[in-house]
């Protein structure tokens, strides 16, 4: 029996995910208010986790992350999978103008994701296994007009995890770092209801979650979902950027 821990216990994709690995494993929701994850628990349950474990965990309190994953691998005798599926899309509009929520966009879409997953990768080598699942976004492959901020936000955190990636490299731990395109979801049900058409090659949360959990099971470093965005973008770097501002998100 193994340990999965889901930083971002709410997380329409991450518990999703999860329940893909999660049969004859431990599961551990880390997320705010622990008390109130009984859906998520039992979808877990439901999928074959051993037990379910839930504990609070604040993605914004940066300072706490290092004590709390030490209290972690010191409870739990291996973690073999860590997910880190916690973020906001955060409005767009309004980000261009209120630079406190831009930043707090920045702060949770990026910043917060390096206070997690540095001390994380620096236990997982120390335990000498584990694998780390990211979540990046093909809004960071090249970030578009209409969500700079969270795109930018994406383009550093695809940056860094994929630097992370080859510094685990002959370590034993290894990082898989999705890059999603449009999530047709919780996540963006309120920029759907405002009359924001899904972008093409749109995927759900479970569409998501069954090719990352392929992807993990072949020992895959990176995945897009779905994979027609792999060309796609490539041609799309490619673009002159008077073509590429007018693009919709």
Do not use: C
Request: charge should be neutral; hydrophobic fraction near 50%.
């Amino acid at each position: 029996m193994g340990t999965i821990v889901l930083f971002g216990g709410r997380s329409e994709i991450g518990v999703a995910t999860a329940a893909r690995l999660a049969h004859g494993n431990r599961v551990v929701l880390a997320a705010r208010r622990p008390d109130d994850l009984t859906a998520e628990s039992a979808i877990l349950m439901a999928a074959g986790a051993t037990a379910v474990d839930q504990i609070a965990f604040d993605a914004d309190d940066v300072a706490s992350h290092p004590a709390l994953i030490e209290s972690l691998f010191a409870e739990h005798d291996s973690i073999d999978v860590a997910i880190i599926a916690f973020g906001i899309l955060g409005d767009a509009a309004r980000a261009e103008t209120d630079v406190a929520h831009a930043l707090q966009i920045a702060h949770t879409d990026y910043y917060a994701q390096i206070s997690v997953m540095t001390p994380l990768a620096t236990a997982l080598r120390r335990q000498g296994s584990g694998t780390i699942i990211a979540f990046s976004s093909v809004a960071g492959v090249r970030v578009r007009r209409a969500n700079y901020v969270y795109g930018s936000t994406k383009a550093g955190l695809d940056g860094f995890a994929s630097g992370l990636a080859d510094a685990l490299h002959g370590t034993g731990v290894r990082l898989l770092l999705a890059r999603p395109g449009f999530v047709v979801g919780e996540m963006t049900r309120e920029l759907m209801d405002s009359g924001v058409a899904p972008a093409p090659f749109s995927s759900t949360a479970d569409e998501v979650a069954d090719a990352v959990a392929k992807a993990y099971r072949r020992g895959k470093g990176e995945v897009w979902i779905p994979g027609v965005l792999r060309p796609l973008f490539f041609v799309m770097r490619l673009l002159p950027r008077a073509v590429w501002r007018r693009l919709p998100r």
